[in-house]
């Protein structure tokens, strides 16, 4: 009996230090399922709360997107997200370079755009298309703030010869550039679609709607288009975003340290170089050749006849008065003129060209000061290959030959957007409005830009 007991007794001591040990086993399992749920409810409560930011914040980006949408639709998804975000976290010193260059060039974009009738938000592709650089040359030849080649920009009218390349002069390449952008629009019917042919061609943006089932719709027409177009859109949704609310990501205006935006424009009507204008009127030749970039030899080739714009940077009333007088008038009298006119170096082309042995194109093109492409042009080449013996024509076939003028006693002055008959008298010595609206035949104060007024020389 005292046996069983005693075993009996071990029996329970043994269980209950069995149980005890269980227990606590079990009470520290419960206590790291605990921890691990808690963990992980934790980072759901994280993850849902940084869920709902980035909803919120997406919210706020699609808000603003809406509240600046003008004619464009500015779309906001996945795509266009991703663009804003580098933009406006990684490329803030970008930017705010864009935005102080597009105080002095946005103004003269808007100007084309809006004459020819399409939206002024277009004028952001130049940001894409160049970073607002009139001297941007891109691999496959693209030249100038819109970046046109050159085949493009003779189709629309636009000038490249000895002395001038028109894709770098911001006002006439936006022209072209809001003409282009008007004939995309007209075949294909949508502005999305129409930036998308900016970047890959009309040709390529209407055979990808035709693929994608013939709905002029670009995020439905995207897979269809080249990859590089199917960012390109997304890009240029953001960057209306990021110029229109960089105050709202910390992204300030960077004034340019290449020229002052505050400009004036000069018609002249003789061929002188910026150097010397430069010299004679003590201005920064660096400046100069900012200002007027599509002066290929720094020569400004003006005659009475086809007066040229130079863009000077703004200067007072009677400095302005005095350089206008000197750069237009019909005989040399003043000093600073044949100062000006000595720096000119005549150019001299023959018509014709014989290849050399070992000689290319580009090398013909350097000896002579002209473009290759011009050549090709000339010579109906479909390539650059040339061969020695070979007769090259330096010249169009047909050259346009302008009469001589004779001297005038006027100076001819251009109308720019925002001028009036007062201020245009004030910058002349001995005119007055109503001298100027005599000599004009006007019978109101009204003025329309690109009209030219005579100006009786003080």
Known sequence: MMKSTL??????????????????????????????????????????????????QNKIYRQRLDSIQSIIPLNFNEHVLQYIELYAEKRKQHIGKMLGLSEYYFPIFEKSLREVGVPDELKFLSVIESSLNPNAVSRSG??????????????????????????????QAS???AHYLEDAYGRIGDWLLTIAAYNCGTGAV????????????FWKVRPYLP???????????????????????????????????LTDIIDVNRTVSLASIAKAANLDLSELLV???????????????????????????????????????????????????????QIEIPATHRAKEGQTLLMVANQYGLEVQDLKVYNYLQSTRIVPGQLI?????????KPKVAPSKYLTYIVKAGDTLSEIAEKFSGTTTSKIKALNGLKSNSLKPGMKLKINKG
């Open 227 to 261: 990859r590089e177009t199917q960012n390109y859109v997304p890009a240029f949704i953001a960057t209306v975003y990021v110029m229109n609310y960089h105050t709202r990501h910390n992204i300030s205006p960077k004034t340019p340290e290449e020229f002052n935006p």
């Open 142 to 171: 693209a030249v100038g703030p819109w970046q046109f080649m050159y085949t493009t920009a003779k189709g629309y009218g636009l000038v490249m010869d000895n002395y001038v390349d028109e894709r770098k002069d911001p006002v």
């Open 175 to 177: 022209f072209a550039a």
């Open 206 to 217: 209407t055979r990808a709607i035709e693929r994608s089932g013939g709905e002029a719709d």
């Open 393 to 401: 024509r330096l010249t169009p076939e047909k050259a346009i030959v």
């Open 291 to 345: 200002l007027n970039p599509w002066y290929k030899k720094q020569i400004v080739n003006g005659s009475a006849g086809s007066p040229k714009r130079l863009v000077v940077p703004a200067v007072n009333k009677q400095t302005f008065a005095a350089l206008y007088e000197v750069l237009n008038q019909a005989e040399a009298e003043s000093e600073m003129l044949i100062l000006a006119s000595t720096d000119v170096k």
């Open 7 to 56: 075993a009996i007794a071990l029996c329970f001591l043994t269980f209950s230090a069995f149980a005890g040990q269980k227990q606590g086993q079990f009470q520290q399992d419960a206590a790291e399922k605990f921890k691990t749920e808690a963990s992980f409810f934790q980072t759901a409560d994280t993850l849902l709360q940084s869920a709902t930011l980035l909803s919120a």
